[in-house]
């Protein structure tokens, strides 16, 4: 059973416009963490946020906001007012309290001038 | 600044031939990882090490290889490359349990 689940295999919107990129996970653990991580087309994978489950604040960072609801398993990226240097590929990941992460597919964002 | 280098970034090889990937952190972090990232894919997770304890995924070909002679450094080999290992491969680093971070990657080609 896939754990993330990022339904937007790809997402086109226009400078300026708020894009929302959603992102589900499914775990039985009740410690986990979540992430996020941008991929320019550079290639490098950069780490955005990590959030863990005991946490359900939102966190805003500049244009950057996450929006994590557990009774729906769900941890949202907003980004607004969108700008170019945004179009990347995004991931969701997810951690069961081991080494290791479990990324979702992956959205891939396109900002149009 | 501390980082996750990865060198070559770019890597040519022949078919068979075999080939080496580096990675080197600043970050003194215990665990490093070794993932194969194909075009419009998620990067898979071929093994990692938590100081010198090796982890390989079971479904990792034996094809690959690693090495960690200190914490700084983590080797990738590939015996012999076929055509579908043509990937990106990144390499990560984490304190235990903690955020993985990523180098800027080394994309290989196989002729």
């Known amino acids: 059973a896939q754990k993330v689940t990022q339904a937007q295999t790809e997402i086109s919107v226009v400078e300026k416009e708020d894009v929302t990129l959603d992102c589900v996970y499914e775990t039985r653990d009740t410690t986990y963490y979540l992430f996020w991580y941008k991929q320019p087309p550079s290639g490098e994978l950069v780490f955005l946020i990590r959030?863990?489950?005991?946490?359900?604040q939102n966190e805003i960072s500049g244009r950057y906001s996450w929006n994590f609801q557990k009774s729906t398993s769900s941890f949202n990226f907003t980004i607004t007012a969108s700008q170019v240097v945004d179009s990347a590929v995004y991931f969701c990941a997810l951690s069961e309290g081991d080494d290791k992460i479990i990324f979702g597919k992956g959205t891939r964002l396109h900002i149009l001038p | 600044d501390a980082m996750v280098i990865q060198n070559p970034r770019y890597q040519v090889t022949q078919f068979g031939k075999p080939v080496t990937l580096s990675c080197s952190q600043t970050?003194?972090?215990?665990?490093m990882y070794w993932y194969q990232q194909k075009s419009s894919q998620a990067p898979k997770l071929l093994f990692h090490y938590y100081d010198k304890d090796f982890n390989n995924e079971a479904d990792t070909p034996d094809n690959f290889q690693s090495r960690r002679p200190n914490t700084s450094f983590c080797f990738l080999d590939i015996r012999s490359p076929g055509l579908g290992d043509a990937a990106m491969y990144l390499c990560?680093?984490?304190?235990?349990?903690?955020?993985?971070?990523f180098g800027p990657g080394t994309r290989l080609t196989v002729l």
């Open positions: 959030r863990n489950s005991f946490d359900e």
């Open positions: 970050l003194n972090h215990n665990v």
């Open positions: 990560a680093t984490s304190r235990r349990l903690d955020t993985q971070y």
